[in-house]
């Protein structure tokens, strides 16, 4: 079992960045698909991006094509999200989350997630 943990969150001025991280551990993490997901107060759970086990494919949300980058570094058993030209819309809880094949778009079908990390976007 891989535990996640989520980090990097926090306040920024609409048009700035952040980047969050998810580390993991205790599991063979390079074996595992990733996702990215966010919710915000009153809305459903929403895919962000995805990322299969090597790095080399990767998937985006219509919503941040063009703002946000997936990467990871399995030597460091880490997953990253670069987020950029951030708007007030994409204040949210940010979750990572893994699977053992592909990445998926819908979060039922991921089974371990993170704690989360709050990204808050002011206009």
């Known amino acids: 079992q891989v535990q996640l943990v989520e980090s990097g969150g926090g306040a920024v001025q609409a048009g700035g960045s952040l980047r969050l991280t998810c580390t993991a551990s205790g599991g063979a993490f390079y074996s595992y698909a990733t996702g990215w997901f966010r919710q915000a107060p009153g809305k459903e759970r929403e895919f962000v991006v995805g990322?299969?086990?090597?790095?080399?494919?990767?998937y985006y949300a219509d919503s941040v094509q063009g703002r946000f980058t997936v990467s990871r570094d399995n030597a460091k058993s880490t997953v990253y999200l670069q987020m950029n030209s951030l708007k007030s819309e994409d204040t949210a809880i940010y979750y990572c989350a893994t699977r053992p094949s592909y990445p998926s778009r819908t979060a039922a079908d991921y089974s371990n997630w993170g704690q989360g990390t709050q990204v808050t976007v002011s206009s």
């Open positions: 990322i299969n086990w090597s790095g080399e494919r990767t």
